[in-house]
């Protein structure tokens, strides 16, 4: 079982930036995947970006170019850079890391993005 805790949430105005952070409870080297999505008022949650065990990334395209998703093995982490954000990037964001045919949850962290 792998427990998730994000962090790094908060309130920021219109083209500011966040920086997300993810700890896992344990080992995530032989996690397949781990990937940020995000869930706004009234919406379904949706995907944001992914990143393999070996570092290859893929991005939604309303974030593409504006958002960066990164790991540390070593540090049990992973963290998603968000730059130029939109009001429309207002949600809860979650981070999943999926091992086997498991995906597991953080908790999710509010950010919010006034205009």
């Known amino acids: 079982q792998v427990q998730l805790v994000e962090s790094g949430g908060g309130f920021v105005q219109a083209g500011g930036s966040l920086r997300l952070s993810c700890a896992a409870s344990r080992s995530i080297f032989s996690i397949a995947g781990m990937g940020w999505y995000r869930q706004a008022p009234g919406k379904q949650r949706e995907w944001v970006a992914g990143?393999?065990?070996?570092?290859?990334?893929r991005y939604a395209d309303s974030v593409k170019g504006r958002f960066t998703i990164s790991r540390d093995n070593a540090k049990n982490s992973a963290y998603l850079q968000m730059n130029s954000l939109k009001p429309e990037d207002t949600a809860v964001y979650y981070c999943?890391?999926?091992?086997?045919?498991?995906?597991?949850w953080g908790q999710g962290t509010q950010v919010t993005v006034s205009s």
């Open positions: 999943a890391a999926t091992a086997g045919v498991t995906t597991h």
């Open positions: 990143i393999t065990s070996g570092g290859s990334t």
